[in-house]
């Protein structure tokens, strides 16, 4: 197949998996086009460097993430959103007048949804990761707990108009997408809550090259791993651990990517409030993230409605077990009393099976091993791969077999 691939993304996971994705397509003998705006990041883990052809349209106008972070007038943000879809009208077209069998869409950082489904005429698939999330009541808790400085009610205004705004935009961008996929089962039910369209669940893999146990001897820390965001639950777990006799606490090591202003600092407070020893990592090599794996203890997990959560598989790979929030979609990546522990959002309950994992070893060690094996039974990137070529080949109207589960998709060649 030739296939035209379409993203805004911003550095993060989202690109990451794409990077993969591509990849394994390319590896198994299909060619790959890129079409991106200037405002798609291609610094981190750059396509061009894999793709048959590479395709940047330069953004005309004021870009959108200007105007997110000045929150200038009303009528800005329409010309703005305006823009952006000029330039992905025009990759549209690039797209439909070339040989292309089949389009891979991926999200846009400033519309979730991007404006190009609008305009395709070839047979796509709009991978979404998330539906767009901006209304829901949780953001806006989690987003009250964060130390900010006290918002003008003028510019909260603004900002609700704009939430409303985006959620519209994204509703009628979605509703022209033929075939959609899903990280995770919980995302499929997310997306049909949110548009009522239906979706086929194409489950992500890790890199279980880099991801694999080095035989380092483990240390007395446990790890997570996320952006320094309010929803990333860090400060529950902190509140959780302050519960664990401090003879046994832990300390704490937190990788994250990224940070809200003010928040890193606020774990900090809360943690020496609470007597809990906090380390904080940014810019982390990855070779230095494998071996954090490898040396925790356990890896624990608090994020809120995570649609898939790919640091727990992480961890698993390296055989270190999971204690976190059955919630979301990490109740389809950790097994529980397998390759970890699941608990409800309560601290007590976190508290008690961080103690119990922390206190019966040989019980840790075999969640380890156990976690290896589930990884690389599913959740590898070859398999990922296949999952993906089977729904491109279905979207451009081929009948590759019959994907009974959706780690275990048989393609008819």
């Not at 069998?101 to 005429?121: A, M, W, Y």
């Not at 939430?163 to 049909?192: G, P, T, W």
């Not at 940070?259 to 810019?283: C, F, S």
């Amino acid at each position: 197949m030739k296939i035209a691939v379409f993203h805004n993304l911003p550095s993060g996971g989202a690109k990451r998996a794409l990077y993969n994705s591509v990849r394994h397509i390319v590896q198994a003998g299909h060619q790959v086009d890129l079409h991106v705006p200037s405002t798609a990041d291609e610094e981190y883990l750059p396509l061009k460097d894999i793709v048959s052809g590479i395709h940047v349209y330069p953004q005309r106008g004021t870009r959108l993430s200007i105007v997110l972070s000045s929150f200038r007038k009303v009528f800005r943000l329409f010309h703005s959103w305006a823009d952006i879809e000029w330039i992905q009208k025009q990759i549209a077209e690039a797209i439909n007048s070339g040989p292309y069998d089949v389009v891979l869409s991926e999200q846009d950082r400033f519309t979730n949804t991007p404006f190009i489904l609008k305009h395709l005429e070839k047979p796509t698939a709009y991978y979404c990761q998330q539906p767009f999330r901006g209304h829901e009541a949780f953001i806006e808790r989690v987003a009250q707990a964060a130390p900010t400085l006290p918002v003008p009610m003028y510019k909260k205004f603004r900002q609700a108009h704009m939430r409303s705004r985006l959620a519209r935009l994204d509703r009628q961008n979605v509703s022209c997408a033929k075939y959609i996929l899903a990280n995770s089962y919980f995302s499929r039910e997310a997306i049909l809550r949110s548009y009522g369209l239906n979706s086929f669940v194409s489950q992500l893999g890790i890199d279980t090259a880099l991801f694999r146990p080095l035989g380092l001897p483990k240390e007395s820390f446990i790890l997570s791993v996320g952006t320094y965001f309010p929803h990333k639950g860090f400060d529950f777990v902190i509140r959780a651990l302050s519960l664990i006799e401090k003879q046994i606490r832990p300390r704490l090591v937190i990788v994250g990517n990224s940070a809200l202003p003010g928040w890193q600092a606020y774990l900090q407070q809360t943690a020496a409030e609470l007597d809990v020893t906090l380390e904080t990592k940014t810019d982390v090599r990855e070779s230095e993230l494998v071996s954090l794996y490898n040396q925790a203890r356990l890896f624990v997990y608090a994020a809120i409605l995570e649609p898939l959560g790919l640091a727990p598989l992480e961890a698993m790979s390296c055989g270190t077990p999971v204690v976190a929030v059955k919630e979301g979609g990490v109740r389809e990546t950790v097994l529980h009393n397998e390759t970890g522990i699941l608990t409800e959002r309560d601290e007590e309950a976190f508290a008690q099976a961080v103690r119990e994992l922390l206190e019966d070893e040989a019980r840790a060690q075999l969640m380890g091993g156990r976690g290896i094996e589930v990884v690389r039974q599913g959740w590898t990137l070859e398999q990922a791969g296949e999952r993906l070529l089977w729904h491109l080949k279905r979207a451009r109207g081929l009948r590759p077999g019959i994907c009974e589960d959706a780690r275990s998709c048989t393609i008819r060649r």
